[in-house]
């Protein structure tokens, strides 16, 4: 699927750290401005110029211009940013599903989303609350079988522990309508060290 101009695109800062995600169009705002560096799928940055003169392969997503083909970069280079915003991660139905990764943390299946329900771990009726350590994801069925029981009460036990998502996770939940590869190393912590492009 193509997004064009509204492709997201991970921004990181000088320390190579996730900050944001934005659109295509507003990367490459950035890039021509000077204010940042498109990375290469080999973590190689690039000025607009050189980024522009990049052809790209028949699989790479790209946006037309009058002077030829412009790939999307995945990622892109804060110039001179060197924090990380801390942001806090809205609890929504949204967030939770993004959070367990669409699957019932009882049985673990992925059903379709609109077999999915937000599960109060201690129900509401026993003085559970509505909060990210309170709330999973499960389908219909596990949700029915549990109703107002604790978990161990059915014979049911949780794949994880729902915790508050850490800031890295907050960038994932931002990260709609996708991910991408190229993100997995910025978004975990273990990306490569390479050098920050000479200003």
Known sequence: MSYGLSAPVLVLNRSYSPVRVTTARQAFEMLYQGRAWALSRVFESHDFEQWSSLEPADDDEHVGTPSGRLLVPRLVLLATFNRVPQAPVRLSRRNVFLRDGYQCQYCGRRPPVRDLNLDHVTPRSRGGRSTWDNL???????????????????????SSRP??????????????????????????????????AAE
């Open 136 to 158: 999973v994801t499960s389908c219909r069925e596990c949700n029915l079988k549990k109703g107002r029981a604790l978990p161990h009460e059915c014979g049911m036990v949780l």
């Open 163 to 196: 915790v508050r998502p850490r800031w890295s996770a907050a960038v994932q939940l931002e990260a709609a309508p996708r991910r991408f590869e190229e993100w997995e190393p910025f978004l975990t912590g273990n990306h490569p060290l390479a050098p920050v």
